[in-house]
């Protein structure tokens, strides 16, 4: 390996995705409960003459998995970090897959953080060469923390500080 392509490997590399409480399992037995809960109170309105209810009751099953379904596929979303010492590259991939990649030298990037004395960190973002890119905007608190921590190491050992 050459002195220059030792320089162009990454010493840093993070994959950042949102977190989400309810797996596929979790999700399938939510979603067996409510319609299990539907198909017996609707029932018991049906038999009771009140057939209008049946229907409400499944348009409720039908939000609830739809708003399911959204939160998953935001849950697609992903940003790719990595450092090296010549290197910045930030490739962010929307839910639908379409993909942007930004590129900085390190020496002349800064990472900007907004704190909050309750929540912590409310915004992170790479400035340099006049532009200013936002990373990390879906994860909590503590994953910010974290994140931010190590890549503001990772920034210092690119620059050689």
Known sequence: MTETNAHEEPFFQALLTPYRSLGRTGFIVLMGVLVAIWIGMGGLFLSMGAWPVFGFFGLDVLLVWLAFRASYRSGRMREEVAVSRTRLDIRKVAPSGKAEAHSFNPFWTKLR????????????????EGRRVTIGSFLNPKDRESFATAFGQALATAKGR
Do not use: L, N, S
């Open 113 to 128: 953080i907004a704190r909050h004395d309750e929540i912590g960190i409310t915004d992170m973002a790479v400035e340099g």
